[in-house]
């Protein structure tokens, strides 16, 4: 494994730091960009940034704080780094989370360093403090999300992990996002699908689970997939897989809305 261990913050917040300040139009600005292309990431970013949740402090200090949050600081290495050596994840067996996740990372043409790119276009200033850690995590256990709940990189299953993300964490983005996205797809493509009940069950899936974020990644990765599921109380998205069925019940293709658009103009 060649992935090398983050420098430890000492400090919790920087004092160069600024409080994120809540601007729901901005946000709103930035999920209509998202909404013309939904592979521009940047503007997740943005929409996260305008819409911060006020115990997301609190959180990352009781996180990072805790036994566990000061053990994985100290011995964990940077989750880029770590997810894109594939090297190491290739000898796992098959079966197992990190098996299930580089082969859909491969698929989708998907690296964790490319989501670090595309916050990184924003501009932000970074500090070298525990919040950082914290919220960068937050950042590169996405893909990882996608894994350990099931659902897609379809448009629905976009909305589901994000569905699931706010019932893990709370944050307003992640709740913004899904369910415009939810309500969006719904008025695009009219195919009978539980859209926003797949969105609900993804919530509320999320919050009965064990934090994912608070996870040891190394060990995760290593880990049958069935069996971190059940540990970690990931239920099954049948309302997902239900909509699924709805759509290619009525000739729709759940991966490429844009082709159903057009056959219905």
């Known amino acids: 494994m060649t992935a090398t261990t983050a420098t430890i913050p000492t400090i919790f917040s920087h004092p160069d730091r600024q409080p994120a300040k809540f601007r729901p139009l901005k946000a ?4 209509r960009n998202l909404i013309k292309d939904k592979e521009d990431t940047e503007q997740v970013f943005h929409i996260f940034e305008n819409l911060p949740r006020k115990g997301f402090m609190d959180d990352a200090r009781a996180f990072v704080e805790s036994e566990k949050g000061r053990q994985l ?7 880029p780094d770590l997810l ?3 090297s190491w994840i290739d000898e796992l067996p098959e079966g197992t989370v990190g098996h299930a996740y580089v082969t859909f990372m491969r698929r989708e043409g998907l690296s964790a360093a490319g989501l670090v790119a595309e916050a990184d276009k924003m501009g932000r200033p970074k500090f070298d403090d525990q919040i950082q850690w914290y919220a960068n995590r937050l950042r590169d256990t996405h893909d990882l999300f996608h894994i350990l ?10 909305q589901c992990v994000l569905g699931f993300t706010y019932g893990q964490t709370g944050n307003y983005g992640n709740f913004f996002i899904a369910y415009a996205g939810g309500y969006e797809l ?9 859209v926003m009940g797949a969105i609900r069950q993804g919530q509320r899936h999320g919050k009965a689970s064990q934090a994912i974020i608070e996870q040891d990644i190394r060990a995760l990765l290593a880990e049958p997939l069935d069996t971190a599921r059940a540990r970690l109380g990931i239920g099954e998205p049948t309302l997902y897989k239900e909509a699924h069925r ?3 019940s009525r000739g729709i293709d759940p991966y490429n809305f844009l082709a159903a658009q057009a056959v219905a103009a």
């Open 84 to 86: 894109d050596d594939h």
């Open 73 to 79: 600081m100290a011995s964990e290495p940077y989750l």
């Open 246 to 248: 709805a759509y290619r």
């Open 149 to 158: 709940t099931g659902y897609g990189r379809d448009a629905l299953g976009e």
């Open 28 to 31: 709103l600005r930035h999920f």
């Open 186 to 194: 719904k008025r695009r493509v009219d195919g009978g699908a539980p």
